[in-house]
């Protein structure tokens, strides 16, 4: 069964920094993406970075140069760097991740990701 737990999450002051992680059990396959993503009172989910086994990545505009996905896949996990963060990034975050994937891709679309994990909030104040 897979599982994904997500962690780091907190509040802080615009301009500053959270780094979030997700530990992935359970979780067999050699060929997937997985994806961070967020959602915001009121709005619908949006996908914020994903990254492929590959170590291919993408990033919703709203925040490139600002935030970075990496993973470690000894460890099982999936990091996010949050930097230069804005009161509108204030959301729950959910890691999500594939089913195995013939090419790979850094979807941010949900559709394409089967599991997810329960979040992690984040609020920024100005």
């Known amino acids: 069964q897979v599982q994904l737990v997500e962690s780091g999450g907190g509040s802080v002051q615009a301009g500053g920094s959270l780094r979030l992680s997700c530990t992935a059990s359970?979780?067999?396959?050699?060929?997937?993406?997985m994806a961070w993503f967020r959602q915001a009172p009121g709005k619908e989910r949006e996908g914020v970075a994903s990254?492929?086994?590959?170590?291919?990545?993408a990033y919703a505009d709203s925040v490139k140069e600002r935030f970075t996905i990496s993973q470690d896949n000894a460890k099982n996990t999936l990091d996010l760097q949050m930097n230069s963060l804005k009161p509108e990034d204030t959301a729950m975050y959910f890691c999500?991740?594939?089913?195995?994937?013939?090419?790979?891709?850094?979807?941010?679309?949900?559709?394409?990701?089967?599991?997810w994990g329960q979040g992690t909030q984040v609020t920024v104040s100005s």
């Open positions: 999500a991740a594939s089913k195995p994937l013939l090419s790979p891709r850094p979807y941010l679309q949900s559709n394409w990701y089967p599991y």
């Open positions: 990254i492929t086994i590959d170590g291919t990545t």
């Open positions: 359970g979780y067999p396959y050699l060929a997937y993406s």
